[in-house]
Structure formats: structure tokens, C-alpha cells
T-cell receptor, first 118, second 112 residues
């Protein structure tokens, strides 16, 4: 499987500020996704990060609030903008389409970024 | 129609027992059903997955049973161990490797 890292692993931020979360994969992947997991809850897809084009957002999530970049096949960022306490969650990136292996179509998750907004 | 319903919300099992978690879906376009295991402070880890053309898949102590006509699938953990204590999520996607719809999760506790 791919080795996926996220930075930062956790952060405490003030209301009204923005935080950019990085996701780095050790191999080229076709698909990258961003999920949100609120405390004690399930995972909800925010968007699919498309390489070289605008991300595809799920219902309830907008680009102004969660801008996403994906400059190449191994890296993506998610920004949480103008944060409020309701944005306190774990943000997870995931990948699939790992080149050159039997797990090509499996989806693997990073360790997550735990965000607390005061 | 995009939901995946999961039960129970929590489960307590004695060591050596069988843990059973159930999921149901409505959208017949779903074509891939993975299960993920998540420990506190970690990202979900893929455990086992199945497609609708297979009724059962076994990997070690973990088995998925799939009932296509009932639109239900379940995870069975045989000989449950304290190390299996975690939260388990079922999920579904229309295309393997594409975006996932997750169930609500089941917190499993296995006591010695």
C-alpha cells in the first residue's frame, strides 16, 4: 500500500483564520480525496482532488470554504477557510490508483489532521 | 438512496467469540463494498472488500457475507481478540477506487 503523510497532524486555531493541510504520497496515484470526520462520527467526502483542474465538491461543500489544490500525482492540499468551531474535525486524505501493484483499485487513508477551532 | 446503514452502533464481545456487524444499502448502482478498521488517533485501514458477484469472501479471521437480493452485507470476525477492539466502518462505491459512502460505524470492544 502507499505511504501517506499529512501535515500538520493536529492544530488549534482561532476563529476566522485559515489552515492549509498537506497530503503527500510516496508513489504516484490516480485519485486523491479529502474526507471530514467529526468527533465520534463517520467519514464524509468533501471533494475529489483532480490533478491540474478544479476539485469536484460534494453537496454541502464549496470551494470558497474548502479550496483544494493538486499540482501533481503525489501531493494535494486542503484549506479550511474562515474557520468556526463547527469546523473542528479530523480531516483525512485518501488515495487510490496506486501505480504498479495489486492494490491499484483500493483506497488508502492518511493518518488524519485533527483540527480544533476555538 | 446514497446512504449506507450500519448496525449495531456498539458491540461488546468476549474474547474468542464472533463479532457480527451488518450494513444495508439502497442504491443498486453500488458495485464495491469495503470494510475499514479504525483505531483511535489513526486513519481508517482497509480490512477486506467484496463485489456483488461474490456471496462470501474470507481473509483469515475476517469474513464478508453479501446478500445482493436483500442489499445487505455483513462482517464476521471469528475468534475475536482484544486487539480487534476498534471502530469498524462499512462503505460502498459505484466504482472500485472511486469515492466512498461510509456507514455510521460500529465501536467493537473485545474483553479478555
Amino acid at each position: 500500500s502507499a505511504v501517506i503523510s499529512q501535515k500538520p497532524s493536529r492544530d488549534i486555531c482561532q476563529r476566522g483564520t485559515s489552515l492549509t493541510i498537506q497530503c503527500q504520497v510516496d508513489s504516484q496515484v490516480t485519485m486523491m480525496f479529502w474526507y471530514r470526520q467529526q468527533p465520534g462520527q463517520s467519514l464524509t467526502l468533501i471533494a475529489t482532488a483532480n490533478q491540474g483542474s478544479e476539485a469536484t465538491y460534494e453537496s454541502g461543500f464549496v470551494i470558497d470554504k474548502f479550496p483544494i489544490s493538486r499540482p501533481n500525482l503525489t501531493f494535494s492540499t486542503l484549506t479550511v477557510s474562515n474557520m468556526s468551531p463547527e469546523d473542528s474535525s479530523i480531516y483525512l486524505c485518501s488515495v487510490s490508483g496506486l501505480a504498479g501493484g495489486p492494490t491499484y483499485n483500493e483506497q488508502f487513508f492518511g493518518p488524519g489532521t485533527r483540527l480544533t477551532v476555538l | 438512496q446514497q446512504q449506507v446503514k450500519q448496525s449495531p452502533q456498539s458491540l461488546i464481545v468476549q474474547k474468542g467469540g464472533i463479532s457480527i456487524i451488518n450494513c444495508a444499502y439502497e442504491n443498486t448502482a453500488f458495485d464495491y463494498f469495503p470494510w475499514y478498521q479504525q483505531f483511535p488517533g489513526k486513519g481508517p485501514a482497509l480490512l477486506i472488500a467484496i463485489r456483488p458477484d461474490v456471496s462470501e469472501k474470507k481473509e483469515g479471521r475476517f469474513t464478508i457475507s453479501f446478500n445482493k437480493s436483500a442489499k445487505q452485507f455483513s462482517l464476521h470476525i471469528m475468534d475475536s481478540q482484544p486487539g480487534d477492539s476498534a471502530t469498524y466502518f462499512c462503505a460502498a462505491s459505484m466504482v472500485r477506487g472511486d469515492k466512498l459512502i461510509f456507514g455510521t460505524g460500529t465501536r467493537l470492544q473485545v474483553f479478555p
